[in-house]
């Protein structure tokens, strides 16, 4: 039987060349990555973008561009008034690898079953504030039951309010929580259509133009509603990427140095409010008696992971979730963890 000489070339190549596309793929993947897309809630009252904390300081001085530039691959800043829950809905559908969140967006996806692998901590024990139209009378959360109170559903403030409430022994039931997003909820307040809402640095703007009484934060509560932040990957990309991964959290570390510096306090006070639209006396005021060494640390401590841990608890008690996972089995292979203490003592 005679066969061409192609014939006869596909006949032997042909399992050598399966051998090989079955072992390209991870390899192409990786060769193939253009940019990393990273998901942030926008929490600005202007028009331009602001995350707050690491976000607002990697971007300003621009650490992943220049450290990804050499390597061809640009990172895509994608901001979300949405917040968490759009944030959660972009990884389900492959749009996003990299998400900045606060803790109960975080725990709902990874919850739901989105595959999220944890990477740092972006913030601890941040405070949030009860809002209340002037003149109301409201002074404690025992005052908000059967008022109109605006929460945004999904996100770490629900949970931050839901501790907070907790902690009174109350329970959302308890009052009419209408779900505003941030801006949505100021300008409702600020129109009194609502009674209070519940959330972060954004109420105080509305104080400073007498819109608003701020009658008590999660530090009058002992800490009780205060916000743990993080910044999670898609499962996919951890696998595809590992060493892409542990470079951006390498160039980070950079960015947390800064930000965890007090001294840099006032410079960043006015990146901030010059990103978000805030006036920076309102900043100066949520970080008086702050320090930014204590509020901005990445690592995922005990202490970290353990209230990280309460959080998912939370969550599933207050059926904001079906079921509590374990936090220390979220963990990415490349998560920033405390350094190992060194051995005391010598051989004798």
Same mark, same amino acid.
């Given at each position: 039987? !005679? ?25 192409? #993947? ?9 998901? #942030?809630?926008?929490?600005?009252? $202007? ?15 621009? @650490? ?5 530039? *050499? ?20 990884? %389900? ?17 990874? *919850?739901?079953? #989105?595959?999220?692998? @944890? ?5 601890? !024990? ?35 309010? +839901?501790?907070?409430?907790? /902690?009174? $022994? ?14 949505? %909820? ?13 959330? /972060? ?18 530090? +009058? ?18 696998? %595809?990427?590992?060493? #892409? ?17 007090? /001294? ?8 901030? /409010? ?11 005021? +949520? ?15 005990? +202490? ?41 003592? $010598?051989?004798?």
């Amino acid at each position: 039987m !005679n066969l061409s000489l192609n014939r006869v070339f596909s006949l032997f190549a042909a399992p050598t060349l399966a051998a090989v596309v079955g072992w390209l793929p991870a390899f192409a #993947v990786a060769a193939e990555l253009k940019e990393i897309r990273i998901a #942030v809630p926008d929490l600005s009252a $202007g028009t331009q973008h602001s995350g707050g904390g690491i976000t607002d300081v990697l971007r300003d001085q621009q @650490l992943l561009e220049k450290a990804f530039a *050499a390597d061809g691959i640009s990172i895509q800043w994608n901001y979300f008034k949405g917040a968490g829950p759009v944030i959660n809905e972009a990884f %389900a559908n492959g749009q996003v690898d990299i998400a900045y969140l606060g803790d109960l967006a975080a725990i709902i996806g990874k *919850a739901n079953g #989105v595959d999220t692998r @944890l990477l740092a901590a972006t913030g601890r !024990n941040i405070k949030h504030y009860l809002g209340v139209v002037p003149g109301s009378g409201i002074k404690t959360l025992q005052d908000l039951k059967g008022k109109r109170v605006a929460v945004f559903r999904g996100t770490a403030t629900q949970l931050s309010f +839901d501790a907070a409430l907790a /902690s009174q $022994g109350l329970s959302e039931k308890d009052l009419k929580v209408i779900n505003l997003d941030f801006n949505a %909820a100021i300008a409702a307040l600020a129109a009194k259509q609502i009674d209070a809402t519940w959330g /972060s640095i954004g109420i105080s703007a509305l104080k400073e133009r007498g819109l608003a009484e701020l009658p008590l934060s999660t530090r +009058d509560l002992g800490g009780a509603g205060n916000v743990q932040a993080v910044v999670v990957a898609s499962g996919a990309f951890v696998d %595809a990427h590992p060493e #892409v991964v542990a470079k951006l959290l390498k160039v980070q570390q950079q960015g947390v140095q800064w930000l965890t510096t007090d /001294s840099n306090k006032d410079a960043y006070i006015q990146l901030v /409010s010059g990103l978000a639209s805030y006036p920076p006396a309102i900043l100066q005021r +949520d970080l008086q008696g702050e320090q930014l060494s204590q509020l901005f640390p990445s690592t995922l401590d005990a +202490d970290f992971l353990a209230k990280l841990q309460q959080s998912v608890d939370l969550a599933a008690a207050q059926r904001l979730i079906r079921k509590p996972f374990k936090v220390d089995q979220w963990l990415a292979p490349q998560a920033i963890r405390p350094a190992p203490v060194a051995q005391l003592g $010598g051989q004798g």
